[in-house]
């Protein structure tokens, strides 16, 4: 039986942490490592961190961020596979049995991703996520979909822990995200897959982290996705190429248009 670490990164989490906690040690798939990273808490989550059995913590003294922290877990397990889930996401009982049998189909998959279904605060349900159909679609072409917009949705995602060695982990020079890139150099050596057969608990809420940013990291974003936009185009063939530029020629006269 593979062994499947699940990552979580905490940083002033109390609130959900116990049910996503919860989540993980209630799934069907056995073999099963849970790594969490602090990356220096001031709240309380470190005492409570402190206090549980059988889960693997890392304590940070400083604070290092979301790229350095997540690498850092990885090169600290030898489990084959890997789901990073947010310190308040939450993942149904089987959900690491399903996404093992979908990655298990072809030894050039190097992630499983699904759809999520976004929850408030008290648990309660928005909705989807994405939508099936599109993201089936995005997945069978990724790079070109990739060079448009990061589609795939985090939570829940399994991948290959090799594979990911391979890519060159994360990009530590983007500290709060660095998903989309990963998701671009993966796709150019291998293949992914959508699975519709099991889906995450994305929790959307007033204390996320992307709604804490300043102006100086917005700046940030919007030149790491502009990294992200370049290196997906640098790998897309002839054909791919012309459609993407006819694509952002299109939105550029939008773009015109409704600043004039």
Known sequence: ?????????????????????????????????????????????????????????IFNHENKGISKNLNSAINQTDAKYIIFLGHDDILPSRHVEVMLKEIKKDPEIAFVHCNALKIDGEGNILGLSRKNNEQIKKSLNPLYFLAIDNFIQSCGLLFDREKFIAMGCWDERYKLYGEWLSYIKFSAKWKIRFCTKS?????????????????????????YKK????LAYSYLNGSDKDLYLFY?????????????
Do not use: P, W
């Open 227 to 230: 990294t992200c936009r370049d």
């Open 199 to 223: 889906h995450g608990y994305y929790r959307v809420h007033s204390n996320s982290t992307m709604k804490k940013i300043n102006k100086e990291q917005k700046k940030q974003i919007r030149d």
């Open 1 to 57: 039986m593979d062994k499947v670490a699940i990552v979580i990164l905490t940083f002033n989490s109390g609130d959900y942490l116990h049910e996503t906690i919860s989540s993980c040690k209630s799934q069907s798939h056995k073999n099963l490592e849970i790594i969490i990273v602090d990356d220096n808490s001031n709240d309380g989550t470190i005492e409570y961190l402190q206090s549980l059995d059988g889960i693997t913590v």
């Open 248 to 260: 952002k020629r299109g939105m550029l006269i939008v773009k015109e248009n409704i600043s004039h």
